[in-house]
């Protein structure tokens, strides 16, 4: 079974997070956190085809779409609040990714990145001319139900925590292990009568839930939303986000989606180049870091643990003086 970093390390992190937005913290830096959540909730999502499962998914972004214009359609057709779009949002995203599934998980390895792909391409083709959700535009008018931006933080940190013990949970059940043996060796994992095609399609349809939750959420962050925020490039950059924080691990959602959203702001400055500098941030990680982030970090742990236990020789118990010797005499 492969390595998990604990869930409690993810929890942890998020309660100096939620530390940090109780004692007063600046206004943008608390968006920028909102969004590094939002997106961890999209990326916890993805991890479970593309890293527990190993199948290169990149079309996390258009669930993310399907799940925020599902909420504007409603919005604009009824008169249900915040809740309800919240519901309809990750209802929405898994019918969707259900009906998709059905033929994209019949494909392999690059013929299903390219399918998952290129259903950004479509997505964002389709919204472009939907002149009714503004088309071109984009569509505006999400409210929050909380006052403050300090409390709508402490919402997103709920649910991030909710998810990531949902998908520890799911790690220790049979999709979860069935997940990772199929990642190991799909012949194999058939071949023991693993439900190969029904553990992937139970994997993307949940991961589709996950990012049109997501979708919702990042709508009622920004107050608005357009067709260029879930094409195919942000599928992309969701995947690198994954592989960047640790694929099949706890905390590389979180630690993917901080790279993903806090880097360019880093950059700002640079104003396009930007992108240039997360190019090569990206390449620099994965040199140092095949694994992702949290493979350097459980490395470093590990070597910490080693340095600090005393070498093997001082761990045996002391022979008492004159036993050899006495051994030797008889």
């Known amino acids: 079974?492969?390595?998990?970093?604990?869930?409690?390390?993810?929890?942890?992190?998020?309660?100096?997070?939620?530390?940090?937005?109780?004692?007063?913290?600046?206004?943008?830096?608390?968006?920028?956190?909102?969004?590094?959540?939002?997106?961890?909730?999209?990326?916890?999502?993805?991890?479970?085809?593309?890293?527990?499962?190993?199948?290169?998914?990149?079309?996390?972004?258009?669930?993310?779409?399907?799940?925020?214009?599902?909420?504007?359609?409603?919005?604009?057709?009824?008169?249900?609040?915040?809740?309800?779009?919240?519901?309809?949002?990750?209802?929405?995203?898994?019918?969707?990714?259900?009906?998709?599934?059905?033929?994209?998980?019949?494909?392999?390895?690059?013929?299903?990145?390219?399918?998952?792909?290129?259903?950004?391409?479509?997505?964002?083709?389709?919204?472009?001319?939907?002149?009714?959700?503004?088309?071109?535009?984009?569509?505006?008018g999400f409210t929050r139900p909380f006052a403050g931006d300090t409390a709508w933080f402490f919402f997103l940190l709920a649910i991030t925590a909710a998810l990531t013990l949902l998908v520890a949970w799911i790690a220790r059940r049979p999709l979860g292990r069935h997940l990772d043996a199929l990642r190991q060796d799909q012949s194999l994992s058939e071949s023991l009568g693993i439900p190969v095609y029904r553990r992937k399609f139970e994997a993307f349809v949940i991961g589709a839930g996950m990012g049109g939750l997501a979708g919702v959420l990042l709508a009622h962050n920004a107050f608005f939303i357009a067709p260029e925020q879930f094409n195919f490039f942000e599928s992309f950059l969701l995947f690198v986000a994954l592989i960047v924080g640790g694929t099949g691990t706890a905390a590389g959602p979180l630690l993917g989606a901080a790279f993903l959203v806090a880097l360019p702001e880093v950059f700002r400055f640079a104003q396009e180049a930007r992108y240039l500098f997360m190019g090569i941030a990206f390449v620099l990680v994965m040199r140092v870091s095949p694994d992702g982030i949290v493979g350097a970090v459980s490395r470093l742990v590990r070597r910490t643990r080693g340095a600090a236990r005393p070498p093997a020789h001082q761990l045996r118990e002391p022979v008492p003086a004159g036993v050899g010797r006495e051994s030797e005499d008889a």
Not at 52 to 74: D, K, R
Not at 87 to 103: K, N, Q
Request: charged share 5%; net charge neutral; hydrophobic share 55%.
């Open 1 to 140: 079974m492969r390595r998990h970093l604990p869930s409690v390390a993810t929890l942890a992190i998020l309660l100096a997070l939620g530390l940090y937005g109780g004692t007063g913290a600046d206004p943008y830096l608390l968006s920028v956190l909102s969004t590094v959540l939002i997106y961890t909730v999209a990326v916890t999502g993805l991890n479970l085809l593309a890293g527990f499962g190993g199948y290169p998914n990149l079309s996390q972004a258009t669930f993310m779409g399907v799940g925020a214009y599902a909420a504007a359609f409603i919005q604009q057709t009824s008169d249900w609040g915040f809740w309800g779009l919240l519901a309809v949002g990750p209802v929405a995203a898994a019918v969707v990714g259900s009906v998709l599934a059905i033929p994209l998980l019949r494909l392999e390895g690059q013929y299903f990145a390219i399918a998952t792909l290129l259903l950004g391409v479509v997505f964002t083709t389709v919204m472009r001319n939907v002149e009714s959700l503004g088309g071109e535009t984009g569509v505006g």
